[in-house]
């Protein structure tokens, strides 16, 4: 069904491949009973590309834009980083994106947070994710969790997931999210923003985590002391960090590049600064 659906189509450098449109992908779906991610995965697998990746086919192959598809990415946090996160791996294709987050939309994310509107004020963060994402890009599934990750219901959070992508506002959170990401054995994205500066750093299980930045849990900052509460977050900040952490993870999901792993990447921008700082794998290196 899906060769038959496929037709020649042209990128924009006018080199030829084979592709699907998303009508008649939604087509086969509605005939075989299989889902719009299943089809793109299915066609995928014979070199045939859902029309909607088409700019992806230079730099990525059909096989990792595969991959993408049939990987799970938790998002903790769908506020100012995570928001945008969300957008751009849903966009990049990641197959199945986990959303979790407590809070609701307050007018005063309007300057920064992707996912809110004038029409989402008011609602989950997580459930507004899940509501948007059905119009960005209906071949990714969407597990929304309007609830805060804590050490009792982070094995069903992460559940199914390859990468978790630390999008929290508070270091408490953080070190409890950490530690469950080591647990269920995946890699961990961390940002952190404040003002016009941030960090962003890749933790795999087997390596030393934010205690090296932050210190134990009882030395953390409570949420209204954080840098980014008293400095705030203008709209550019989460928008570059965010994409950092995007690209993390899609290198982390394809094994290609160099990640953020055993450094941390500090970045001004309002001086246009980039620092990377080097940890080691020992920590009595660090």
């Not at 189509?9 to 005939?31: F, K, N």
């Not at 928001?83 to 994310?109: H, K």
Request: proline letters at 5%; hydrophobic letters at 45%; charged letters at 20%.
């Amino acid at each position: 069904m899906i060769a038959n659906r496929a037709e020649t189509v042209t990128d924009p450098a006018q080199r030829s491949l084979r592709g699907i449109h998303e009508s008649g992908a939604q087509e086969i779906c509605r005939q075989s009973g299989k889902n719009l991610r299943e089809i793109y995965a299915a066609a995928l697998q014979s070199d045939i590309w859902p029309v909607r990746y088409l700019r992806n086919t230079s730099i990525l192959s059909a096989r990792e834009q595969l991959k993408l598809t049939q990987s799970g990415v938790a998002i903790i946090g769908a506020g100012g980083l995570g928001g945008q996160v969300i957008t751009i791996l849903a966009r990049m294709g990641i197959g199945m994106l986990t959303v979790a987050d407590p809070d609701v939309f307050e007018a005063s994310n309007l300057n920064r947070q992707a996912l809110a509107t004038a029409e989402t004020l008011g609602t989950n963060k997580a459930a507004a994710a899940k509501n948007m994402l059905a119009a960005v890009n209906p071949a990714v599934t969407v597990r929304s969790f309007p609830h805060r990750l804590d050490k009792d219901n982070a094995a069903e959070i992460l559940a199914g997931t390859n990468t978790v992508v630390d999008a929290l506002d508070n270091v408490s959170d953080r070190l409890v999210l950490a530690q469950a990401s080591k647990t269920a054995g995946i890699p961990l994205v961390h940002a952190a923003i404040a003002g016009f500066e941030g960090q962003i750093m890749t933790i795999y299980p087997q390596d030393p985590g934010l205690e090296r930045i932050y210190g134990e849990a009882e030395q953390a900052f409570e949420p209204a002391d954080s840098p980014e509460a008293v400095m705030g977050v203008p709209g550019v900040t989460p928008a570059v960090l965010a994409s950092l952490q995007a690209m993390e993870t899609v290198k982390i999901l394809t094994n290609r590049g160099r990640s953020l792993r055993n450094r941390m990447l500090y970045v001004d921008l309002e001086n246009a600064a980039f620092q990377e700082f080097s940890f080691g794998t020992d920590p009595d290196q660090a």
